[in-house]
T-cell receptor, first 116, second 111 residues
Framework: GAVVSQHPSRVICKSGTSVKIECRSLDFQATTMFWYRQFPKQSLMLMATSNEGSKATYEQGVEKDKFLINHASLTLSTLTVTSAHPEDSSFYIC????????????FGSGTQLSVL | ELKVEQNPLFLSMQEGKNYTIYCNYS?????LYWYRQDPGKSLESLFV?????AVKQEGRLMASLDTKARLSTLHITAAVHDLSATYFC???????????FGTGTRLQVTL
């Protein structure tokens, strides 16, 4: 089956630093990827839609300058949390749209970000 | 704005019992998904339901969809401890394949 790799799985950083999370579709091309955030014991909230070769589309209330998304190739999208603060600590999950497989969505393994 | 609600939010059930989780959504959609999430892990796809009256079964889990009522159910038959997890339904929002997730149901199966 299709595989989406997300890295790193866990990161701890100091307040004020930036953290980059990678999401790769390993065996298919994904022109569209999605980034979600999940706080403990809560549901997944869509942050943004990442489109290959164009600007990401952010959901209402998500700061585009804080959460930088780059989708430079058909298999890679990155989310950079800039100037991270403790309130950014969360579980971040990406998903990739497999257009060649009935528009199925495949999820990455998630990244647990802890900002000290 | 699409809203997706699940109930119950938390369910504690004994092994061997049956129960149903409900997922209601507010606007028309052509796809509904069920996922399982274990603590600290990502999502495991369980079912995708594409049409009114669709029913899918895998092991002790069965999912159904009523698009007219905007309701999906996930039925658990003869629960076992291994089914303990959080279950989410998610509905496709528009044509962009964006998923709006339900509130989640944390299932705890006790011995």
């Amino acid at each position: 089956g299709a595989v989406v790799s997300q890295h790193p799985s866990r990161v701890i950083c100091k307040s004020g630093t930036s953290v980059k999370i990678e999401c790769r579709s390993l065996d298919f091309q994904a022109t569209t990827m999605f980034w979600y955030r999940q706080f403990p014991k809560q549901s997944l909230m869509l942050m943004a839609t990442s489109n290959e070769g164009s600007k990401a589309t952010y959901e209402q209330g998500v700061e585009k300058d804080k959460f930088l998304i780059n989708h430079a190739s058909l298999t890679l999208s990155t989310l950079t949390v800039t100037s991270a603060h403790p309130e950014d600590s969360s579980f971040y999950i990406c998903s990739a749209l497999h257009a060649g497989n009935g528009d199925k969505l495949f999820f990455g393994s998630g990244t647990q970000l802890s900002v000290l | 704005e699409l809203k997706v609600e699940q109930n119950p939010l938390f369910l504690s059930m004994q092994e061997g019992k049956n129960y149903t989780i409900y997922c209601n959504y507010s606007t028309t959609s052509d796809r509904l998904y069920w996922y399982r999430q274990d603590p600290g892990k990502s999502l495991e796809s369980l079912f995708v339901l594409l049409s009114n009256g669709a029913v899918k079964q895998e092991g002790r889990l069965m999912a159904s969809l009523d698009t007219k009522a905007r309701l999906s159910t996930l039925h658990i038959t003869a629960a076992v401890h291994d089914l303990s997890a959080t279950y989410f339904c998610a509905v496709v929002d528009g044509t962009a394949s964006k998923l709006t997730f339900g509130t989640g149901t944390r299932l705890q199966v006790t011995l």
